[in-house]
Nanobody, 120 residues
Framework: QVQLVESGGGLVQPGGSLKLSCVAS????????MGWYRQAAGAERELVVE???????KYAESVKGRFTISRDYAKNSVYLQMNSLKPEDTAVYYC??????????????WGQGTLVTVSS
């Protein structure tokens, strides 16, 4: 079993910054990709950014230049630094990982979500 645990959400004023963290644990052989999705009220879940082991990060156009993803491979962790936040960034943010378990079974795992609210 694999789990993702997120932290770092909260309330921030427009123009402010937040950093989200996500740690993967469990029966992991290798993590192929990690990323962040978000879902605003009444909207579908959308990709914010994803990073694979060999490629460059893929950002949504709406966050390019403001959000930065980083990975700590040793800690099975991924981070999302969010700057210049806008009210339209308000959403529940979900960590996502595409992994191979130790049994070599591919698995896509989601975190429980963390709420980011951008409001004055």
């Amino acid at each position: 079993q694999v789990q993702l645990v997120e932290s770092g959400g909260g309330l921030v004023q427009p123009g402010g910054s937040l950093k989200l963290s996500c740690v993967a644990s469990g029966s992991i052989f290798i993590i192929n990709a990690m990323g962040w999705y978000r879902q605003a009220a009444g909207a579908e879940r959308e990709l914010v950014v994803e990073i694979s082991g060999s490629g460059s990060p893929k950002y949504a156009e709406s966050v390019k230049g403001r959000f930065t993803i980083s990975r700590d491979y040793a800690k099975n962790s991924v981070y999302l630094q969010m700057n210049s936040l806008k009210p339209e960034d308000t959403a529940v943010y979900y960590c996502n990982a595409k992994i191979l378990e130790r049994t070599y079974r591919p698995l896509e795992v989601w975190g429980q979500g963390t709420l980011v609210t951008v409001s004055s």
